[in-house]
């Protein structure tokens, strides 16, 4: 039930942009997303409920299929503040327990 | 500004031992839940509580237990502990309605030799 993060990994230059993928074997409820530095905790971005909405936050949004039971982040204009690793988190139904991917380390270059 | 605390931030642990992580969160969030987190495998649920004394196994419960006795505090039991359960372990919390996602505390790396 794990959901699929595709890329694995990915290199940026700054001010390049990058998509971020999360796919479900299951019917969604909703979709969290989050960052998480090297030695801390990961960081809530946004959560995308069921409805196909897109959601942004600074130069980083979201959209949410729900009948692909898929989500997609998206980074424009890369800053070297958003190395890190990616997470997204699904939920099937509304049970507030989300399992996550296993993520997508970017890394950002100057 | 809101905290999950836990209490330790490395802990060295022999195999066998009982070792308790304890989480203790401020917001008067009803939600809490154990992680655990390892190269390559992601963040996996071992255990959640929705509410006190009221507690859901994750996906991976086995070796785990849990104790909520209130709202605040949420412990993770490991009973015996073994090589394999050598890891980062983080606590979580949200609200029980729609809320802004988790919280999540800093993290325990445990290491069982």
């Known amino acids: 039930q794990q959901p699929v993060q595709s890329p694995q990994a990915v290199i940026l230059r700054e001010g390049e942009d990058a998509v971020i993928n999360c796919s479900s074997s299951?019917?969604?409820?909703?979709v969290h997303w989050y960052r998480q530095k090297h030695g801390e905790a990961p960081v809530f971005l946004m959560i995308?409920?069921?409805?196909?909405e897109q959601k942004g936050h600074e130069k980083i949004s979201a959209s949410f299929n729900e009948k692909k039971q898929q989500s997609s982040l998206y980074l424009t204009a890369s800053q070297l503040s958003y190395s890190g690793t990616y997470f997204c988190g699904t939920e099937m139904g509304r049970t507030y327990k989300y399992i996550f991917g296993t993520g997508t380390r970017l890394k950002v270059l100057a | 500004d809101v905290k999950v605390t836990q209490s330790s931030r490395y802990l060295v642990k022999r195999t066998g031992e009982k070792v308790f992580l304890e989480c203790v969160q401020d917001m008067d969030h009803e939600n809490m839940f154990w992680y655990r987190q390892d190269p390559g495998l992601g963040l996996r649920l071992i255990y959640f509580s929705y509410d006190v004394k009221m507690k859901e196994k994750g996906d991976i419960p086995e070796g785990y237990s849990v104790s909520r006795e209130k709202k605040e505090r949420f412990s993770l039991i490991l009973e015996s502990a073994s090589t394999n359960q050598t890891s980062m372990y983080l606590c979580a919390s949200s609200l029980l309605g729609q809320g802004p996602g988790y919280t999540f505390g800093s993290g325990t790396r445990l290491t069982v030799v």
């Open positions: 995308l409920l069921k409805g196909g």
């Open positions: 299951k019917a969604l409820y909703s």
